[in-house]
C-alpha cells in the first residue's frame, strides 16, 4: 500500500504546473473571457505536443497510456490556474466516454484526432430535470432507415460551441442509447448560457429530428445506463480534481497575504481568527486531496470501492472547495471582493463545477444507497 | 500510488483475524482482572507493544503491522487491552529517552500490564499552557521530593507508576527546568481522588502530591529536558492507530444504519426519510475521508518519515469528525439517542467503552467531546498547523514576550 505519488506523477504534476504558470497567467484567464471562442488554440495544440490531451489514452490511439490518478493530477494543475478551455469535456467527456464504450472504429476515428488537438468533443448529460441519473433521460432517438433521428432539449453541456463531437443520451426503442452528434449539423440549435465563471462556457443544445447514422452509436443500442454512469463518475472525480486545483489556489494565496497584510501593527496570520480559519482551509483541502486520489485510484484500479469512492470523493469536495474559496475571500477583506484580484477566478471555476456531474446532495443519495440500500 | 495491501500485509491481516476468530473473549469483560487477562493473552501472541525493540519484549514490526493489528481489533469490535498509557505513552518514552536499567526495570511490566501507567502532566492551572506546571521536584542528593497537584489523570486510580513533569529549577525559563520523571503512585505522599465525569464514569483524576519521593535512578533524560522529552512523547499519541479508529467508527456506523432501518416514523423506515439519507450519506463520505487520510499517514511511517505537524492535522481531523459522527448519530436517532438505559434491543451499540461496560449511543456522544480536548486541543493543534506548516507569524503572547518567569 502506497498513498505517494510516483516520481513520474510528480514530474508530471510539476510539468504542468510550470507550464501553465508560464501560459496560463491570470492575465490569460482574464483575456479568454473576452474570447469568442473561450479558449486559446495556440495554447491547446501546445497541451497536445505535450501529450496531456490523449494522457489516458491507449498508446496506439494517439495516447500517453496514462491512468485516472494522471489525469486528475493534471487536472487538478488546470484548476490551480482556472485554466480556460475545453479540457475536461473534450478529454474526459468526448475522450474518457469513448475510450469506455466506443467501437474500435470510433476509437480510431476520434482518440487520436483528439489527443492531437485537431477535434474536441463533450457529452450532453443532463436535461431540463435537472436530475444526473441517466435514467431520468427524456431525448428520444427513432428509428430511421438505418439510422436514427434524434430530438431533445439538453442543457449546460460544456465547451459545445467549439466541439466538433457531441456524446448524446437519447432513448430509443432499445432503450437508452448514446449518440455521437455533429453540433453544426442541421437539426441543433446552440445557445449560450453564461455562468459566474467567464473562464467556462454551456450551451444549451436543442435536437430537432437530428440525423444520426449507423455508426452513431456508442456501445449498444439499449446498453448506454452503465456506461453512462462509469463516465459520470469519471467526470465527478476529474470536476472534483479541478475544485481541489482552486482551493489549493485560495489557500496557498490566502496564506502568502496573511503573512504580508497588517492590521492593528501585526501581520493578520498572527490573529488566531485568521490563522485558524487557514488552519480549517488546508485541513479540508489535504481532506479533499484524500479524496480525489483514492477515487481516482480506484476507478483506474477497479477496486470494489470505486463507485461509492467517486460518489464520496465529489460530495466532499464539492462542499469543501466551495468553502475554502469563499473562505479565501474573507480572509483577504474588501481586496478579495475585487473584480482586478485574482482570487475570484479561482472561486468562481469552484462554484461553477459544484453543481456538474452531480452535487453533494445528489452523490450523499447515491453514498446512501450504497451503504443503506435503495429506497 | 497503489492503494493495494502488499501480498504479505493481507496475508498478516488474515493470520490476525483468525487468531482472534479463536481467542476473542466470548462474554463482556467486566472488571480489570477479567481485562488484564486479555491484555496478556493479546501481549502473549505479539500483538501489543509490537514496535517496541525485541530486546524489550517488542516486535520489531513494521507501522503497517501495527495498524494492521490495531484495525482486526476494531473490525472485531474486540475489548480494548489495558494500561493504554503505558503502551502508548509511557513505554514509547522510555524505549527513546530512558536508561538500560529503565528499560530493563519497566518496560516488560508494562507489556505484561503487571504494573499500570498513568500520565501525569496536567494541572489545574497548566492545560494548553503545559509549560507553566508548578508541581515541584526538589533535588534531594539520591531522590526528589515531589510536592504539587496534577488533574484529569487518566487511568489515575488504577495506576502503579506515572510518567510525571515536574518543575527542577524554578529560576529559569519556563520551558527549561522541567524534568521528566517515573513516579511510584502506591506510596504514602500520592493522593489519587477520582473525577466524575460527563459520561457519568470515572476514568480520569485528581493527583495530590505530598513529599512524595522519586529515586534519582528514576530520572529519565537529563535535568531541565523534561520539556523536550514531553514534545516526542505527544507525538506518540497520532499516527498509526487512525486507521483503528476509523474502523471502530465505521462499525458503529453499521449499528447505525442498522438502527435506521429498524426505527419508525411517520409509518415507514427512519432510513427511508431523504433527510435522514442525506445525514447518513453524509456521515459515511467523510468517514471513508478519514480513512483515506489514516492510508497517507501509514504510507508516511512506512517510509519511515515522522509525521511532525502533520500529525495535527489528522488529529485535529479525526477529532472533529467524531464530534460531527455522534451529533449527527443523535440527530438520526431522535429521542432514543439520548437513552442510557431501557433502549430497545436494536439500538444497543457493541462497542467496547475500554471501561468494562457495553457503550451506548449517549455515552459515545458525550465521549466524542474529549477528543478534541485532551492531547492537544482544537485550538491548540489549529495553531502548531498554522504556525508550522503554513509559516503563519506567532502570535504576540505575554509568555513569550516576557522569557523568564
Ligand atoms: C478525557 C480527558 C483525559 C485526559 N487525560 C489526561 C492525562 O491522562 N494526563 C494529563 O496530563 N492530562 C490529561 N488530560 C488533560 C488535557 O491534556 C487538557 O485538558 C488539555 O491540555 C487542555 O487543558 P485545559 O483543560 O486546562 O484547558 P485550557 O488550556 O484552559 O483551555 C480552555 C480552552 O481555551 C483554549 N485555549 C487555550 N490556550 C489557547 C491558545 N493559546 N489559543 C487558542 N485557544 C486556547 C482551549 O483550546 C480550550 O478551548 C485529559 C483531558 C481529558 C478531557
Not at chain 1, 256 to 270: L, W
Not at chain 2, 355 to 367: I, K, R
Request: with cysteine.
Amino acid at each position: 500500500m502506497n498513498f505517494s505519488f510516483s516520481e513520474d506523477q510528480v514530474l508530471l504534476r510539476n510539468s504542468v504546473r510550470a507550464f501553465l504558470d508560464e501560459q496560463c497567467k491570470p492575465a490569460h484567464v482574464r483575456a479568454m473571457m473576452h474570447d469568442p471562442r473561450g479558449y486559446d488554440p495556440g495554447l491547446w495544440s501546445e497541451m497536445a505536443k505535450l501529450g496531456w490531451l490523449g494522457l489516458p489514452f491507449p498508446e496506439k490511439h494517439g495516447g500517453a497510456g496514462l491512468g485516472m490518478v494522471e489525469l486528475a493530477i493534471a487536472i487538478e494543475e488546470l484548476g490551480r490556474a482556472a485554466y480556460p478551455g475545453p479540457y475536461l469535456p473534450s478529454v474526459v467527456l468526448g475522450g474518457v466516454g469513448l475510450l469506455l464504450g466506443g467501437s474500435g472504429g470510433q476509437k480510431d476515428t476520434w482518440l487520436p484526432a483528439i489527443a492531437s488537438g485537431e477535434k474536441r468533443a463533450t457529452a450532453a448529460l443532463i436535461e431540463e430535470t435537472l436530475d444526473w441519473d441517466p435514467a431520468s433521460t427524456t431525448a428520444t432517438a427513432v428509428r430511421s432507415g438505418d439510422g436514427w433521428k434524434v430530438s431533445g432539449l439538453k442543457r449546460f453541456v460544456p465547451w459545445a460551441h467549439v466541439a466538433d463531437v457531441v456524446l448524446v443520451p437519447a432513448r430509443g426503442p432499445e432503450g437508452l442509447s448514446l449518440f455521437l452528434v455533429d453540433p453544426r449539423q442541421a437539426g441543433v440549435t446552440l445557445s449560450r448560457m453564461v455562468g459566474i465563471d467567464l473562464g467556462s462556457r454551456w450551451s444549451e443544445l436543442r435536437l430537432e429530428n437530428v440525423g444520426v447514422g449507423a455508426n452513431a452509436v456508442v456501445g449498444q443500442p439499449g446498453g448506454a445506463g452503465p456506461l453512462l454512469e462509469a463516465l459520470l463518475r469519471r467526470a465527478a472525480v476529474c470536476a472534483s480534481a479541478e475544485m481541489l486545483g482552486a482551493a489549493r489556489r485560495c489557500v496557498d494565496m490566502s496564506v502568502e497575504y496573511a503573512k504580508v497584510r497588517e492590521q492593528f501593527g501585526q501581520p493578520i496570520g498572527s490573529f488566531q481568527a485568521i490563522r485558524h480559519r487557514c488552519a480549517e482551509m488546508l485541513l479540508e483541502t489535504e481532506n479533499s486531496h484524500s479524496a480525489v486520489y483514492y477515487a481516482a485510484w480506484a476507478l483506474e484500479a477497479g477496486a470494489e470501492d470505486a463507485a461509492v469512492a467517486a460518489s464520496i470523493c465529489k460530495s466532499y469536495v464539492s462542499e469543501s472547495a466551495r468553502r475554502a474559496c469563499g473562505d479565501a475571500i474573507q480572509v483577504h477583506g474588501g481586496i478579495g471582493f475585487t473584480w482586478e484580484y485574482d482570487l475570484h477566478l479561482y472561486m468562481k471555476r469552484a462554484k461553477a463545477l459544484e453543481p456538474l456531474f452531480g452535487d453533494a446532495e445528489f452523490h450523499r443519495e447515491l453514498v446512501a444507497r450504497h451503504v443503506a440500500g435503495a429506497r | 500510488m497503489d492503494l493495494n495491501y502488499t501480498a504479505e500485509d493481507t496475508a498478516f491481516r488474515k493470520k490476525v483475524r483468525a487468531w482472534l476468530e479463536q481467542n476473542l473473549p466470548r462474554t463482556p469483560i467486566r472488571t480489570l482482572d477479567e481485562r488484564r487477562a486479555w491484555h496478556r493473552k493479546l501481549c502473549e501472541a505479539g500483538y501489543l507493544g509490537m514496535g517496541w525493540p525485541k530486546a524489550y519484549g517488542g516486535g520489531d514490526a513494521r507501522p503497517m503491522e501495527q495498524a494492521i493489528v490495531a484495525d482486526e481489533l476494531a473490525r472485531a469490535c474486540a475489548p480494548a487491552p489495558t494500561n493504554a498509557l503505558g503502551l502508548g505513552i509511557v513505554g514509547p518514552t522510555i524505549v527513546v529517552h530512558g536508561t538500560e536499567a529503565q528499560k530493563k526495570r519497566y518496560l516488560r511490566k508494562i507489556l505484561m500490564a503487571e504494573e499500570l501507567w498513568c500520565q501525569l502532566y496536567s494541572e489545574p492551572n497548566a492545560g494548553s499552557d503545559l509549560a507553566a506546571l508548578r508541581a515541584s521536584a526538589e533535588d534531594r542528593g539520591d531522590h526528589f521530593i515531589v510536592n504539587g497537584q496534577k488533574t484529569w489523570t487518566s487511568a489515575g486510580s488504577i495506576a502503579d507508576w506515572g510518567l510525571l513533569l515536574a518543575r527542577t529549577d524554578p529560576a529559569v525559563a519556563k520551558h527549561k527546568g522541567i524534568t521528566c520523571l517515573l513516579m511510584n503512585m502506591r506510596q504514602p505522599g500520592v493522593e489519587v481522588r477520582p473525577l466524575k465525569q460527563i459520561t457519568g464514569s470515572s476514568e480520569f483524576s485528581e493527583v495530590f502530591m505530598t513529599n512524595a519521593r522519586v529515586e534519582k535512578s528514576d530520572q529519565v533524560g537529563r535535568l531541565g529536558e523534561g520539556w523536550a522529552i514531553a514534545q516526542t512523547t505527544l507525538g506518540y499519541e497520532r499516527g498509526g492507530r487512525a486507521l483503528a479508529r476509523i474502523t471502530s467508527y465505521a462499525s458503529q456506523y453499521g449499528r447505525l444504519v442498522e438502527a435506521a432501518r429498524r426505527i419508525r416514523r411517520h409509518g415507514r423506515p427512519l432510513v427511508d426519510d431523504p433527510i435522514i439519507r442525506q445525514k447518513l450519506g453524509r456521515i459515511w463520505a467523510e468517514l471513508e475521508v478519514e480513512r483515506y487520510g489514516a492510508l497517507r499517514m501509514l504510507t508516511l511511517l512506512e517510509r519511515g518519515e515522522h509525521p511532525g505537524a502533520g500529525g495535527s492535522l489528522s488529529k485535529l481531523s479525526y477529532s472533529e469528525f467524531e464530534k460531527r459522527f455522534m451529533e449527527l448519530a443523535m440527530e438520526i436517532l431522535g429521542p432514543y439517542g439520548q437513552l442510557t438505559e431501557g433502549a430497545p434491543e436494536e439500538l444497543r451499540l457493541e462497542i467496547d467503552t475500554a471501561v468494562g461496560e457495553q457503550g451506548t449511543w449517549a455515552y459515545a456522544f458525550l465521549w466524542s467531546r474529549a477528543g478534541t480536548i485532551y492531547a492537544g486541543s482544537s485550538e491548540i493543534q489549529k495553531n502548531v498547523i498554522g504556525e508550522r506548516i503554513l509559516g503563519l507569524p506567532k502570535e504576540t503572547r505575554a509568555d513569550r514576550v516576557g522569557g523568564a518567569r
